[in-house]
């Protein structure tokens, strides 16, 4: 099996092709590899021990892949962080991983991801890099005494399963948790996806989905040197300038969620642009309209458009519509196993129901996370003993083996393709003087897919108004998180042993 080295070592060959767009700035493979070799020297001298953690805060940009890959080089372990997160969250992920590198580029929508940092305990943080910055020239140039040998030494050193990556998610405690990936499962997940998609090397990728998401990251810009397609990473979604990228660079192929491509078909100058160069999307996170599938066909010119379902816990994949699927198919599900992954439709007892019947979503296979990192119960809490990944999605299995997801057990709920977690919000607006209960449930948005809405109980004598809280929670919390609405009630609905029946609390929304 593979390691990220080999890939990029690999992507080499594709010479001077272009591999990567950003504003004037253009590398071709060749260029690229030469850049993350000279971020690993600059690890080496700074003192990255193997298994190390780096972490990232920053929008997408070339420094991100060289700062990445260059510490997966040496056998560093990258910790993304959403760049939506808040100085609080951050500085968790950092802490909590044991990060001693952090890579942030400081002004990206006016925030100075440094000083957000640097008010929280951070005991692990040795390193502070703005890419943006003369830091960022400092970084590169530490390493230019590291010989060749020292870095191939440390090179050959990473083993297959070692992990590559901790990507912290969510969960129904509502304190994220590390998910652990290995270079093996990582590379195997994204050769499988890649070659499902037909991605290739004549390919021009406009990278939307942020790096700090599996989309982004493997399904992105790793899948990229696995194929020897072009790279062009936006670093903020915003439809006039795709339209613009799609244009002149001829980008063909735009994956993302359901949003990306409602925006793209309503938006009033889209015919202004050629966009004929377009031929693959991939999307998910999200029930597709059949009509927008029809609309992208004829008024797109997407010649393969698929649907794909996966988790952060299953390596970003599970199941994957083929590109000789009808569209009533695409849109309905979200495909079948990808090769060598075992999936079922399970009851309470973990026992597999009839095809047809709903029930929990498992996979097992080579796609299922070693762990959560350092924190052994959740991961019992997640993986069976007989290997099985307990996904906490609600769905069904059709007698071809194609899922559709239908609910979520863990109340989870995607905002415009984000995962938003009900406990880690309801912790947070526990936090306002005023509130004393308060339980979020997600609620159907034409926009965003989904978004949040919270039911709160006052305090009593307390008082506070919706937009209030709501700008209150702005401050604590990543945007997509914030609840988009607020209902004041007396009393929350409790079943038997005091659980909120969120069942009702959605009712109430209908």
């Known amino acids: 099996m593979l390691t990220i080295p080999q890939v990029v070592r690999a992507a080499a060959e594709f010479g001077d092709r272009e591999a990567l767009v950003a504003g004037d700035r253009r590398w071709t493979f060749r260029e690229l590899v030469h850049e993350v070799e000279r971020c690993a020297r600059s690890f080496i001298a700074l003192g990255l021990a193997p298994h190390d953690r780096v972490a990232v805060w920053a929008p997408n940009s070339p420094e991100w892949m060289f700062a990445a890959l260059g510490a997966q080089m040496v056998g560093g372990v990258l910790v993304p962080i959403n760049t939506r997160f808040k100085g609080a969250e951050a500085a968790y992920v950092i802490e909590r991983s044991g990060a001693s590198f952090l890579f942030v580029q400081n002004g990206f929508l006016d925030i100075d991801y440094s000083s957000e940092v640097s008010g929280h305990p951070t005991p692990s943080l040795v390193h502070v890099v703005d890419v943006a910055g003369s830091s960022w020239n400092d970084f590169v140039r530490a390493?230019?005494?590291?010989?060749?040998?020292?870095?191939?030494?440390?090179?050959?050193?990473?083993?297959p399963d070692d992990l590559c990556d901790i990507i912290f998610t969510s969960g129904t405690t509502g304190r994220p948790k590390g998910v652990m990936s290995r270079h093996d499962q990582t590379i195997r997940v994204f050769r499988e996806w890649s070659a499902i998609v037909g991605l290739d090397a004549d390919d021009r990728y406009l990278i939307v989905n942020p790096f700090f998401h599996t989309f982004g990251y493997k399904a992105g810009f790793l899948a990229c040197l696995l194929r020897g397609?072009?790279?062009?990473?936006?670093?903020?979604?915003?439809?006039?300038?795709?339209l613009r990228m799609v244009?002149?660079?001829?980008?063909?192929?735009?994956?993302?969620?359901?949003?990306?491509?409602?925006?793209?078909l309503n938006h009033p100058e889209r015919d202004a642009f050629d966009l004929s160069s377009l031929r693959l999307a991939v999307t998910g996170a999200a029930a597709v309209p059949v009509e927008m599938i029809r609309r992208m066909?004829?008024?797109l010119s997407f010649r393969v458009i698929l649907t794909a379902y996966g988790l952060t816990e299953s390596t970003g994949t599970i199941t994957m519509c083929r590109q000789d699927d009808d569209p009533e198919t695409i849109s309905s599900t979200s495909g079948r196993a990808i090769d060598d992954i075992e999936v079922r439709v399970v009851d309470e007892n973990n026992v597999e129901v009839p095809r047809g019947t709903a029930g929990e979503i498992v996979c097992r296979g080579y796609n299922v996370m070693p762990g959560y990192f350092a924190d052994p119960v959740a991961t019992a809490?997640?993986?069976?003993?007989?290997?099985?990944?307990?996904?906490?999605?609600?769905?069904?299995?059709d007698t071809r083996g194609y899922v559709t997801i239908t609910d979520r057990l863990k109340d989870m709920f995607i905002v415009g393709g984000f995962n938003a977690y009900p406990a880690e919000i309801e912790n947070a607006l526990l936090g306002h003087p005023a509130v004393a209960q308060v339980a979020v449930v997600g609620r159907p948005d034409e926009r965003m897919g989904e978004v949040g809405h919270a039911f709160v109980v006052r305090r009593t004598g307390e008082s506070v108004g919706s937009d209030e809280l709501i700008e209150w929670a702005r401050t604590r919390m990543a945007n997509y998180k914030?609840?988009?609405?607020?209902?004041?009630?007396?009393?929350?609905?409790?079943?038997?042993?005091?659980?909120?029946?969120?069942?009702?609390?959605?009712?109430?929304?209908?």
């Open 143 to 159: 390493g230019e005494g590291v010989s060749a040998s020292v870095l191939a030494e440390r090179e050959v050193a990473v083993r």
């Open 229 to 242: 397609a072009a790279m062009l990473p936006l670093a903020v979604f915003d439809v006039p300038n795709v």
């Open 247 to 264: 244009s002149t660079e001829r980008i063909t192929a735009l994956p993302g969620p359901p949003t990306l491509y409602l925006s793209i």
């Open 297 to 299: 066909r004829e008024e």
């Open 381 to 397: 809490d997640t993986i069976d003993d007989d290997g099985w990944l307990h996904t906490g999605d609600i769905g069904v299995m």
């Open 482 to 510: 914030v609840p988009r609405g607020i209902t004041f009630v007396e009393s929350l609905p409790l079943n038997a042993s005091g659980k909120v029946l969120k069942f009702e609390l959605r009712e109430r929304l209908r």
